[in-house]
Each structure stands twice: as structure tokens, then as C-alpha cells.
């Protein structure tokens, strides 16, 4: 039996499970496990600048490309605690990342010796497993354990805690006998499809409403599929934005109290059956007013998650399945039933849908200076085509990218969805972008997000990792300003001032294109909405000559409100901004304004 070092053996185990990159950042009491990286080969690591961001990058690494499992690596104390706001957004999101930590010896972990801390209590909430490994032995189970976790059930992370001592000691282990343990994932039966499509006969106003699961599961051809053959219309979540394309005739657009269109919240309130299928009723698609969401009609759920069903509301038929399963069964079952000629006709009611997309729209198109933050999104429709993959997480920046922009493939919208820890955007970005390097990647951020991780960029700088980030700025937290409005206060969400070494940007204080420039990337700043289309082009020819990303600044009119509930119900939606009123009001709009 071959001898290694127990941080020999975890490498070889990642590799062995499908692991081909890292990201992370070397400490003293992970070096041992840093030493194998380089000595047994075969993983590319990426040094972030912050630990957070390496977890963050982790995610957008795993998001991006079905299969991926990202990992990111730190040392003992801190460098685990700052991994937990990832571990969060993760398991919030049903992501599986393996977060691997640093420990002071076994001997001292009672003795508050240096950076120890019981990172594994710390992280249990936010994993699906977290374990300091205290005998050498136990490493390889340990690993073997986390890979089969993080991809049975319902996906999410796991966090691995090696003591320093447990990595550099030998034990014997043989690569060429590992093996992966089996997935585990419910499946549908024959008996719930059946069931489940009966409701669908005796509907007369049919929805889908599809999950993130879908995509999880890599199941967004079956979903079309069953779209299409059943002639019902789809309402992707935000989290399943893509699963179905927006340009699709049976896209109905997205439902909610923020991330919504005013189409898709119509078409909902006009449905009396809903089938929701890898999807969690998150309370941002759901609002908080469930009898306006719930009321006359029924509910379907099928989640690969046993304890999700009945978590918000009871639905009259839930189902414990992977969506991809459960959609074999549910095409498997539609077939017969259109072949027997007991399929309705659907048609009249998804044609409903396509007219109120054609006409329920929001304007885009203002010429104001400072910009009015439509104009940007317009301009990106424009500049970026359905082959871009867009990465953001919070804020107005976020609300209004999912009103105006237009996803229409799968892992094409990368989105913090529950969790939303500001600073995500740029390491999720870099991750997605070393995922795959091949799919142009276009990331979202106002200023505040931007300015919470920006030395992430140097990352990319040194990794020669380009793509184009959108910056919209308005000096202000934008969207707690909006929420304070209801109390009647406007405090402590100011970040104007007048920079000294910037006079010109009067009071938007920051500058980001020097300080992006700093950091080895390229910046443009733009003030007028008729330069918007050209500095797109110039990011991209950029990005591509230089291989670094380039910052596109939008220099935002300080205050716009962007649609949504004030009262959490997706019944009772403001329009702040004037809505489409002629074609040229939403020239980018998926269907043309219909007056």
C-alpha cells in the first residue's frame, strides 16, 4: 500500500473526484496541505486577495459549468471565518463548493493556542457538513464523505478542517483503488407523475413555475421539452432565470415583489394552477402576502428536498424529487396522454401570456444626464448578445437587471439569490471566468458592491482573467435608501463626497477608474446615455487585448426608484418610473410594445 502524508492523499481524492482548480490563500497551518498541491500536481490554484473571495470565487466557479465542484482553501482562524459569509451564500443557493481550512495542532486545539478557533461549530449551520479531522487516518473518508454530500440531495457546501499535525502525517492510502461513493437523488414515481400531470388536465390556466433545481440539475432541455409538449407557460424564479429562454414563445416572464415583470406578475394573477418544479417559493417571488400569491389556485411542488415541501404553504401535491427525474416521468406520462387525445389545448390561454408581455412594459429609454440607470440596461441588451453571462448579486443594480435584461441560456444569470453579501460580484466573476473562459461574462455591480471586494480585480489582473464589469453609480446605498422610504428617514446611506484628487467627479467621491487602474485592470467612464453603446464595444476589445477585465462606469442620476412592492406582495406592485407607453419607450424588449 502506498505511504503520503494525509495532505497528499486529500489532494490526490480531488483530483480523483473531478477537481481540477482552487482558490484560496496560504497560511501556516495550511501550508502542508499547499506543499502536496505543488508536490502531486494536477490542480490549478488561483491566490485571491481575500479569503472571502476565494469562496466567492469557488461559487462562481461551480455555477458556471454543470458538474463543477468549486473549492477554496485557507489557513486556521480568520481565514475560516471569513469563508463563512460563502459557506452561507452556498448552501442558501443549493451550491456545492468544499471549503478546506488550516488548524493549529490536535494537542492545542483546547489551549486558545494561536488562529484556533472551532471553525467546524462556527460553520455547521451553513454546510451540509463541517468536520475537524483529528486522526490521519480518517482523511481519506472524510474527503470521500464531502464529494458524495455535496452532490446528493439537494447540492451544498461541506467544510473540511485539517490540523496541521493530521496533514503531515503519513498514513497509507492507494489512488488507483479510490472510488467516489454513489449519488444519491429522489426520484419521482410513475404514480406521482400521473398525479401531478392530473391536476394539469383539469386546469384551464396553467403555469410552470421553474426553479434553480432545474438548472442544478442540468435538466433545462427536459423543461423546454415538457413546455412545449404540454403548451404551458413558463415563469423562471431568479434563480432559474435561463432555464427556459426569454425569447421562447411560452416564456412568461418573472414573478415577484422585486426581481419581476409587470407581465409575469398578470399572467401569475391569472393562472389557476401552478407547477413548481425545483423552486423554493422564496419570499422575494412569493412576497409575504401568501393568500394573493395562493389564493384560487393550485400548487404542485416538486422539490428535491423532502422538508421544502409545506415549508412556505401546503401545496395540494408536493413531490420529493431531483427535477430531472421528475421530468423524464413527467414527459414519459404527457406523451401518452397527448397521444390518447387527453391533453387540453392550451393555447388560447399561452397566447394570453405573449400579449401581456407585448404590452405590460417599463420604459428604458430616457436621454437624461446624469443617466437614468434604464438607459444602461437598454445599452447592454444592445451591446451584449444571448451568448453572455451575466454575474451579480444585490442592491437596485441587481432589481433592475432582471426587469430589463434578457437571459436565454442556462447558467447565463449568476446570481446571489438568497443570501446577497455585497462584494460578491467581482471573485464570483473571476471564478465564472476560470470556469469557463470561453463564454463571455458580463458582471453587474453598483458602487457599493464594487468598492467591497475591488482588490479582487488585482486577482484577475495577474491571472489574465478578462471580462466586462458594469458599474452603475449613483453614491448612495441605493436600495436601503429606497427602503428607508417607508420609515421616512434618508440616514446613513450617502456615499457622495467631493474628491480632492478628483474634482470633475463633483460629489460622487470615489473614483473608481483610478483605483481599478491601480489594481492592473482597465476602466471607462461614461455621463452620457449616447455613449453608452460605444463604451461597451471598447470594453470588449479591451478585455480581449489586454486580458485583464475592464470597468465600465455609468455615472447614475443620484436618485431613481425601481419598481416594487412596498407592502412585500407581489399583488401590489409601485411603478415609480414612467412605463412603456410607444415602441420607442423599450426599444430592447423582448416582444415589441403593442399600443
Not at 71 to 99: F, H
Not at 271 to 298: C, Q
Request: one cysteine or more.
Amino acid at each position: 500500500m502506498p505511504r503520503m502524508t494525509a495532505a497528499a492523499a486529500a489532494v490526490e481524492i480531488l483530483k480523483l473526484e473531478g477537481v481540477e482548480q482552487a482558490f484560496g490563500v496560504p497560511g501556516a497551518a495550511i501550508n502542508p496541505f499547499y506543499r502536496e498541491l505543488k508536490n502531486v500536481g494536477g490542480i490549478s490554484h488561483t491566490l485571491a486577495r481575500h479569503v472571502e473571495g476565494a469562496s466567492h470565487m469557488a461559487e462562481g466557479y461551480t455555477r458556471a459549468k454543470a458538474g463543477n465542484i468549486g473549492v477554496c482553501i485557507g489557513t486556521s482562524g480568520p481565514a475560516g471565518t471569513d469563508m463563512i459569509t460563502g459557506l452561507y451564500s452556498a448552501i442558501a443557493d443549493s451550491i456545492p463548493i468544499l471549503c478546506i481550512t488550516g488548524q493549529a495542532p490536535v494537542s492545542k486545539l483546547h489551549k486558545e493556542d494561536f488562529q484556533a478557533v472551532d471553525i467546524a461549530s462556527i460553520a455547521k449551520p451553513v454546510t451540509k457538513a463541517a468536520t475537524t479531522v483529528l486522526e490521519a487516518a480518517q482523511v481519506p473518508g472524510v474527503f470521500q464523505q464531502a464529494f458524495h454530500l455535496m452532490r446528493s440531495g439537494r447540492p451544498g457546501p461541506v467544510l473540511i478542517d485539517l490540523p496541521i499535525d493530521v496533514q503531515l502525517t503519513e498514513i497509507e492510502f492507494d489512488p488507483e483503488t479510490y472510488q467516489p461513493l454513489p449519488v444519491y437523488k429522489p426520484q419521482a414515481s410513475r404514480a406521482q407523475a400521473v398525479k401531478a400531470l392530473q391536476f394539469l388536465l383539469e386546469s384551464e390556466r396553467p403555469l410552470i413555475v421553474a426553479g434553480g433545481g432545474i438548472i442544478n440539475a442540468d435538466a433545462t432541455d427536459l423543461l423546454v421539452e415538457f413546455a412545449e409538449l404540454t403548451g404551458v407557460p413558463v415563469i423562471s424564479t431568479l434563480m432559474g432565470w435561463g432555464a427556459i429562454p426569454d425569447d421562447h414563445e411560452l416564456a412568461a416572464g418573472m414573478v415577484g415583489v422585486q426581481t419581476a415583470h409587470r407581465y409575469g406578475n398578470a399572467t401569475f394573477l391569472e393562472s389557476d394552477f401552478v407547477f413548481g418544479i425545483g423552486n423554493r417559493w422564496a419570499n422575494r417571488h412569493t412576497g409575504y402576502n401568501l393568500d394573493a400569491y395562493t389564493k384560487g389556485r393550485k400548487f404542485v411542488h416538486v422539490d428535491i428536498e423532502p422538508t421544502q415541501l409545506g415549508k412556505i404553504f401546503a401545496p395540494d401535491f408536493g413531490i420529493a424529487s431531483d427535477a430531472k427525474a421528475a421530468l423524464e416521468l413527467f414527459i414519459e406520462v404527457a406523451k401518452e396522454l397527448k397521444a390518447a387525445g387527453k391533453l387540453p389545448d392550451f393555447s388560447a390561454w399561452a397566447a394570453s401570456a405573449q400579449e401581456r408581455k407585448a404590452t405590460l412594459q417599463r420604459r428604458t429609454h430616457f436621454d437624461n444626464i446624469p443617466l437614468k440607470p434604464q438607459r444602461v440596461y437598454e445599452e447592454m441588451n444592445k451591446a451584449f448578445g444571448p451568448e453572455t453571462r451575466y454575474v451579480t448579486t444585490i442592491g437596485l443594480s441587481q432589481i433592475a437587471a432582471a426587469q430589463f435584461l434578457h437571459v436565454y441560456r442556462p447558467r447565463h444569470w449568476i446570481n446571489c439569490g438568497q443570501a446577497g453579501p455585497l462584494g460578491w460580484t467581482i471573485p464570483a466573476a473571476i471564478g465564472a471566468a476560470t470556469a469557463d473562459p470561453q463564454t463571455p461574462i458580463v458582471a453587474l455591480s453598483g458602487d457599493y458592491d464594487f468598492q467591497f471586494m475591488i482588490e479582487e480585480l488585482a486577482v484577475a489582473a495577474q491571472h489574465k482573467v478578462p471580462y466586462v464589469h458594469v458599474l452603475v453609480n449613483n453614491a448612495y446605498l441605493g436600495l436601503i435608501r429606497q427602503a428607508q422610504g417607508g420609515l421616512g428617514i434618508n440616514f446613513e446611506v450617502n456615499l457622495e463626497f467631493e474628491n480632492i484628487n478628483t474634482p470633475e467627479l463633483g460629489v460622487y467621491g470615489v473614483d473608481h477608474v483610478k483605483v481599478a487602474e491601480g489594481l492592473g485592470v482597465k476602466a471607462i467612464r461614461v455621463t452620457d446615455p449616447d455613449k453608452l453603446g460605444e463604451a461597451f464595444e471598447e470594453a470588449k476589445k479591451l478585455a480581449q487585448e489586454f486580458q485583464v477585465p475592464v470597468v465600465v462606469e455609468a455615472i447614475l442620476e443620484r436618485v431613481t426608484n425601481i419598481a416594487m412592492s412596498k407592502t412585500v406582495d407581489m399583488s401590489d406592485v409601485t411603478e415609480f418610473e414612467e412605463l412603456a407607453t410607444e415602441p420607442g419607450h423599450a426599444p430592447t424588449a423582448i416582444r415589441p410594445l403593442s399600443v
